[in-house]
């Protein structure tokens, strides 16, 4: 058996691991509006983040002219390995997650959107990560992406919008593991564009409620690049195969009173796609192999309220379970697994055509225990602080 053959069926491709920022390795912080109402935003929108969100809303924006919107998340997840009773903690680490967003209407019953946002991410950095107990399951994984949405937008009926997209994805993977068979540490680089779609429905059921339905579909990722052992500088190409799942996301939005707007969000995963992962290398030293994963969909319920405090101000608030989709015996350091439960808090200023939104969210992942490598491992204290920052302009 070949070194990677020996690796892989103990470990993971990078992006099989469940980030640190939500259930899977799915990013949902698109707006900081959104973020604090925890996506809630699905029935009704009400801003150009419909593009992300539901592109069917966007002919609740009936006023002329382009509507735009920028912003960022900052994460910094933090969590601590227990490996046989020795603790060892992440280094800490910021990521950025940018969102942009550019719309309006073009013709009587249509609407055109087009976004910038990012649906997966994950990062994990261990403190003598050469050397550690589990050096050579994970090291180091990062995944960053980025996704291009043009959408359009047709106002069926007075009641019913409909609405379709493309979803162009980016995906980078950098991944370090120890190799004890060669006394080097494996350094990968590989990314991959890769095109999928979105469709939504939005419905004005009575004069305070609205529903709204989203289908993202399923992406095959297969992403090419690099290879090298480090301490020897043996370098290769190399090439994998993931699923980025499809999902259900339906929401409701209830205008409770003039100033309050209640959400409620039940979102499916089909993270059962995700049943191995597939790794090349153009090496007969490095070979190939299958790393069997088994995830299991999943659901994700999210309860949010936005609150008009005055003319000008507003506040958010927002509460999420998301479950875990791993499988316990198939268990990897990449990052933590374990059910999810966050909460967002945030506040807009808005005035004439501009606004201004900024939230705090926390992120706490359950304890968990896992048979890895053989070892008695423990992951603890899981959790993600994110901030956000969104401005909005109509011109």
Not at 52 to 78: S, V
Not at 242 to 252: E, Y
Not at 269 to 286: A, E, Q, T
Not at 369 to 385: L, M, P
Request: with cysteine.
């Amino acid at each position: 058996m070949n070194i990677t053959s020996k690796i892989m069926m103990t470990g993971a491709f990078a992006a099989s691991a469940a980030t640190a920022f939500g259930a899977g390795f799915g990013l949902n912080e698109v707006s900081a509006r959104g973020n604090a109402l925890q996506g809630t935003l699905v029935g009704s929108t009400r801003d150009i983040s419909a593009v992300y969100f539901n592109p069917a809303n966007m002919t609740e924006l009936k006023d002329g002219g382009i509507y735009t919107m920028a912003g960022l998340t900052l994460l910094r997840p933090d969590f601590y390995t227990s490996v046989a009773g020795q603790r060892v903690d992440q280094d800490e680490k910021i990521f950025v997650d940018p969102h942009f967003y550019v719309g309006g209407r073009v013709a009587e019953d249509f609407w055109f959107g087009f976004g910038e946002y990012s649906e997966y991410g994950l990062g994990t950095r261990y403190e003598n990560r050469n050397s550690w107990p589990l050096a050579a399951d994970s090291a180091k994984t990062t995944i960053t992406s980025f996704t291009l949405s043009p959408t359009v937008a047709w106002q069926a009926t007075e009641d019913l919008s409909l609405a379709a997209g493309l979803r162009l994805l980016y995906l980078d993977v950098i991944m370090d593991r120890m190799i004890p068979q060669a006394g080097s540490m494996l350094h990968i680089t590989a990314d991959d564009w890769v095109c999928s779609y979105i469709l939504s429905a939005a419905y004005q059921l009575t004069d305070t409620v609205r529903v709204g339905l989203v289908y993202r579909g399923k992406s095959d990722v297969k992403p090419e690049g690099d290879a090298e052992l480090t301490r020897i500088g043996y370098k290769c190409d190399a090439d994998g195969e993931l699923d980025m799942p499809q999902s259900v996301m339906a929401g409701v939005n209830w205008q409770a009173t003039q100033r309050l707007n209640l959400g409620f969000n039940a979102t499916w995963n089909g993270w059962s796609s995700n049943k191995d992962i597939k790794l090349n290398f153009d090496s007969p030293l490095l070979g190939s192999a299958v790393a069997p994963q088994e995830w299991h969909d999943t659901w994700r319920f999210s309860l949010g309220g936005e609150y008009q405090l005055s003319e000008f101000w507003s506040m958010q608030l927002g509460v999420t379970f998301d479950e875990d989709p791993s499988d316990i015996d198939h268990a990897n350091t990449m990052c933590p697994p374990g059910d999810r439960n966050q909460a967002g808090i945030g506040f807009t200023y808005a005035k004439d055509d501009w606004a201004v939104s900024f939230d705090y969210m926390y992120v706490y992942i359950h304890d968990t225990e896992r048979q890895i490598h053989g070892v008695d491992t423990r992951i603890s204290e899981a959790r993600t602080d994110t901030f956000g920052l969104t401005f909005s302009k109509r011109f």
